[in-house]
């Protein structure tokens, strides 16, 4: 089944503890994304990757790092948390160019006390 | 560059009544354009899809939505609403090229009895 996988799906940190969230796709795409959902502002990009060790900074990418070492995975890395990053996370995954669809992940849910 | 503008932010509806959420994008060529779903608790999936052709695209769940060059929309359709269509809808506008999917804010449909 062609999918996009998350984990944790929940996480409850505290403020200045890395963490790692986890994103792997079994469908080659080229094109992955790393979004965060926060209320009445909708999807922002934080990350995205158009191949493998080519990223790039999407709207929001301040205190988040990413790496593309391999096709299928995207993880997205919080080096010192704070309360502002609680928030729903997305990863997505595409093929390139820009008429594909974006396939997502299920979500992770990240509280930072 | 894209941008998307979802005029809505919650739209209520009575099961059974017609459903129209409204999408305006902005961009200087011919452009992608997508709706998602995000029910309570989900990831987002595709509803449907327009890169050419004909203006009125068929999705999944018995939504529609048309492409209206004229007026940069591409609202999208329900002729009767369900209970379960409760749930955010996403207008994405992508462009040719490698470039990221832009989302719009979204719009929270409720439904009533």
């Known amino acids: 089944e062609a999918q996009v996988t998350q984990n944790p799906r929940y996480l409850i940190t505290v403020t200045g503890k890395k963490l790692t969230v986890t994103c792997s796709q079994n469908?080659?795409?080229?094109?992955m994304s790393w979004y965060r959902q926060d209320p009445g502002l909708g999807l922002r990009q934080i990350y995205y990757?158009?191949?493998?060790?080519?990223?790039d900074k999407g709207d929001v990418p301040e205190g988040y790092k990413v790496s593309r070492k391999e096709k299928r995975n995207f993880p997205l890395i919080l080096e010192s948390p704070s309360p502002n990053q609680t928030s729903l996370y997305f990863c997505?995954?595409?093929?390139?160019?820009?008429?594909?669809?974006?396939?997502f992940g299920p979500g992770t849910r990240l509280t930072v006390t | 560059a894209q941008s998307v503008t979802q005029p809505d932010i919650h739209i209520t509806v009575s099961e059974g009544a017609s459903l129209e959420l409204r999408c305006n994008y902005s961009?200087?060529?011919?452009?992608?354009l997508f709706w998602y779903v995000q029910s309570p608790g989900q990831g987002l999936q595709l509803l449907l899809k327009y890169f050419s052709g004909d203006t009125l695209v068929q999705g999944i769940k018995g939504f529609e939505a048309e492409f209206k060059r004229s007026q940069s929309s591409f609202n999208l359709r329900k002729p009767s609403v369900h209970w379960s269509d409760a749930a955010e809808y996403f207008c994405a506008v992508g462009a040719i090229g490698n470039t990221p999917l832009v989302f719009g804010k979204g719009t929270r449909l409720s439904v009533i009895a």
């Open positions: 961009y200087g060529a011919t452009p992608y």
């Open positions: 997505a995954s595409r093929r390139g160019g820009g008429s594909s669809e974006q396939y």
């Open positions: 469908m080659n795409h080229e094109y």
């Open positions: 990757s158009m191949n493998v060790e080519v990223t």
